[in-house]
């Protein structure tokens, strides 16, 4: 380690949504150079890193509550504007900063922070990458993700497919750093459990229309019944009102409040670690779960009763073994997972986990010690390459084309007063009105 480092590592972790958080804050603690901590503890904060959690101010930071089950601490937590965390990196030091945010915050960021940074003798390494499965939008959001130091890849075939898309448009790709993902873990599955469980990992967004999503709550339905000795549950992601990394229109717990649910039928929040401990039959449309639940051997199906489509994700898991319908659930089919796709997943339940990660810490430490620093942010896209795209990014996070502040940039010097408080409590919920009630209308009434 340089000599820098020899104390605890600072980092710092920006997201924009509960997910990201909770990839953000358990990536740092993986990537750290040095001793690591198990995912979601921080009992001894001298073994790890100093951990400086900032959530981007916007429709999906998380609440208290989500925090809370995510489950992962900080050593200090503060909701920012893109500006106020900006503003943090120019006057705080930190060995390492983490973007967990959708490709456009990434960008904006890498932009900011390369202005922020000018003329500083050394800066922090820069890290993002993705939350779970990359299925959709593959060039676009690793070209706004370009930039950064490593550009974390959670498994080997999407560290070539990243390598691939970068070489292909003349960008350099030697930050592509394959890992894993940071959150998987727990006992191996080794038995059935009594009362055997199968549970059901709901997505916000997937699939998105109520006739779709009430034809799943009838399918979990119609298992219980026909399996009374099982149990059967639905693991929820938020509740209603809040949001997640994507928008839930149409929360499956205002779709039950119509039916009438067998005994052996139940809704569930929580973490998704604990909730596999007691798992013997993972059922899911694309979610990420899948993967942990892989990642721990647990029996895991992905449905096809909505075809294979990129639309929904499962495309991913051709070749996996686990694509099957609700019919074959039924009637007792248990999958068998493929190993070698398994492999290629960043799954990782040959036992490798351990040393997944260990790629990137080099590359960090590499940069950490390296003469004068790591060398200036480059990223792909600048106002000469995209003066069409580059600078409504920016601007929508109050940056101009250059990274600084816009005029008129919100930012805050103090805490917000009390009026400000009810203002700005009053205009997030009618924003989240305006995306769950109007905007749902709106767009059912343009398909008419």
């Known amino acids: 380690m340089p000599a820098s480092t020899r104390k605890p590592p600072r980092i710092a972790v920006l997201a924009d949504s509960d997910t990201r958080w909770k990839w953000g804050a358990l990536t740092a603690d993986r990537i750290t150079p040095g001793p690591t901590m198990e995912a979601g503890t921080r009992e001894d904060a001298q073994a790890g890193p100093a951990l400086s959690g900032f959530l981007l101010r916007g429709r999906a930071t998380p609440t208290a509550r989500q925090l809370e089950e995510v489950g992962v601490r900080a050593d200090s937590l503060r909701e920012v504007t893109a500006v106020e965390f900006l503003r943090a990196m120019a006057e705080e030091s930190y060995d390492i900063v983490v973007l967990a945010l959708v490709g456009g915050g990434v960008q904006a960021m890498l932009h900011g922070l390369k202005r922020v940074w000018e003329g500083r003798a050394k800066r922090p390494v820069v890290v993002t990458g993705y939350v779970g499965v990359v299925y959709e939008k593959l060039a676009d959001g690793l070209l706004l993700r370009h930039g950064a130091d490593l550009v974390l ?15 292909g448009v003349g960008a350099d790709c030697s930050a592509v ?27 916000p967004s997937v699939p998105d229309s109520r006739r779709d999503r009430a034809y799943l ?37 205002k779709l039950a409040q119509r039916l009438d649910l067998p005994p052996n039928l139940r809704l569930v929040y929580g973490h998704m670690g604990e909730v596999l401990d007691r798992t ?48 074959q659930l039924d009637d007792g089919h248990r999958p068998v997972p493929d190993e070698d796709w398994v492999a290629r997943q960043g799954v990782a339940a040959d036992g490798s986990y351990a040393t997944a990660f260990d790629a990137a810490r080099e590359r960090i430490t590499k940069l950490l010690g390296r003469p004068g620093g790591p060398p200036p942010l480059t990223p792909y896209y600048t106002p000469a390459t995209a003066p069409g795209y580059l600078p409504g990014i920016l601007a929508r996070h109050h940056l101009g084309p250059d990274g600084t502040p816009l005029p008129g940039a919100p930012a805050a010097d103090r805490e917000p007063g009390p009026v400000r408080q009810i203002v700005r409590r009053a205009a997030r919920g009618a924003y989240r009105h305006g995306v769950q009630r109007v905007a749902p209308v709106i767009r059912r009434m343009g398909e008419l």
Do not use: M
């Open 280 to 327: 013997d039959l993972l059922v899911t449309v694309s979610s990420t779960a899948a993967l942990e639940a892989l990642h721990r051997r647990v029996p895991t199906v992905v449905l096809t009763d909505f075809g294979v489509r990129e639309v929904h994700g499962n495309h991913h898991f051709v070749g996996s073994g686990c694509l099957a319908s609700w019919d």
């Open 177 to 203: 750093t394959e890992v894993a993902l940071p959150f998987l873990g727990g006992a191996p599955y080794t038995g059935e459990h009594d009362p055997y469980t199968v549970v059901f990992a709901a997505q």
């Open 153 to 167: 890849a959670n498994s080997r075939q999407d560290a070539e497919r990243f390598r691939a898309v970068y070489d």
């Open 217 to 253: 709550l009838d399918r979990l339905v119609r298992h219980a019944r026909l399996h009374p000795e099982r149990e059967v549950l639905l693991k929820l992601r938020s509740r209603p009102g809040e949001h997640t990394t994507h928008i839930e229109e149409l929360p499956y717990q």
